[in-house]
């Protein structure tokens, strides 16, 4: 590449000594030959630099996190979060849908009171320790066996005076006082043990309740509030147990997953 430029200024000086004839046929010459050279290397530059951002893509793609539940990790794309530590190795952890918990749900509206609108309701994950019993899909049947277990849902509201998760629990709790008082529960009346706010591992603020029932039955639900420009998104995450002595033993793989959570899928 070097000896080209030099020749080709060779013969255009020996065209200015000659003639003009030659000395125009050289020019043209060294136009031509330089505009070929260029082009070679604008588009040998270009195919290089197309590689290089088609690896580049390929790479990125091939990086990226996978969506959904993958061993000890779930991320939501609808929903935008994750959680990177659930407890795999010892539980057994499912995707569901609504028509796996419609009838807990139905269940509810029947000791509330209230109706429950399930196509405003998103089931995502079902959890339930390996040595407690086999994987049983329905909640409803979850709840009667009284297997422990990890619930995650998403309420979506289109219509609400809440603003902050806080405002959501408060609202429950005084639900609950209200059917306590007039013994709607009967004789499972609940007692809220302790209650609070929450960090997502992002610094989103949440807000939790512990309830326990006459009958021992003690879960934990951490709340976190997320809003589009006309709907409100509730993200429900709930630890149960039969009683005092499972929901201790389980009650640290459910900190430990939470703490995890954050509001994205990278």
Known sequence: MVKSPISLYGVYQY???????????????????????????????????SNNALDSITKENLSLPKLGLHGSEYRNQRYLFKLLDLPANNWTIREISNKNTIDAFLDWEEIFGFKVEVNEMDSLLLMEPVIESDFVYQLVDV?????????????????????????????????????NEVGALKKNALEVTDQGKILSADRVGGYYYDIIADDGRHSKASLFMRSTSNTFY?????????????????????????????????
């Not at 619930?151 to 408060?170: A, F, G, H, R």
């Not at 640290?252 to 954050?262: H, V």
């Open 15 to 49: 065209g200015m000594l000659k003639n003009g004839t030659l000395k125009m046929l050289s020019c043209e010459k060294t136009v031509i030959v330089f505009l070929l050279c260029l082009l070679v290397m604008l588009f040998s530059c270009g195919d290089e630099s």
């Open 143 to 179: 709840l009667e066996n009284k297997i422990p277990h990890i619930l995650i849902w998403i309420e979506k509201q289109t219509v609400s005076d809440i603003n902050t998760p806080k405002d959501y629990v408060e609202g429950l709790l005084e639900t609950i006082e209200f059917l």
């Open 234 to 266: 509730i993200y429900h995450y709930d630890l149960w147990a039969p009683d005092q002595a499972s929901y201790e033993k389980y009650l640290q793989t459910f900190n430990q997953m939470l703490s995890t959570l954050a509001f994205n899928t990278q």
